[in-house]
């Protein structure tokens, strides 16, 4: 994965962002040394996002099929959450 510190991203701007890229879906910048944030495209951005929903509806369904659920009131339900503070 690429690396851009950040101080190449104060000269060059989006240029080495795109230039990062062109060969890798993410690159790395990093602040004094240290790894610090992700840059993507929004397309693979996007993809990503896709993925989780989608493990989170696979999850749900699975939690449903296997009976760990809760049906109550919307007040129950904010009792609920109360308590467990």
Do not use: W
Not at 27 to 48: N, P, T
Not at 66 to 71: D, L
Request: a negative charge.
């Amino acid at each position: 994965m690429p690396n851009i510190p950040a101080n190449e991203l104060k000269t060059r701007g989006v240029t080495a962002i795109e230039q990062a890229l062109a060969d890798s879906t993410e690159a790395i910048v990093s602040v004094r040394g240290k790894d610090k944030y992700v840059v993507m495209s929004f397309e693979q951005y996007s993809h990503l996002r896709t993925c989780e929903l989608e493990a989170a509806i696979h999850e749900t369904r699975k939690d449903l099929a296997e009976g760990r659920f809760i049906t109550e009131s919307p007040a129950d339900h904010l009792k609920r959450l109360e308590t467990m503070k």
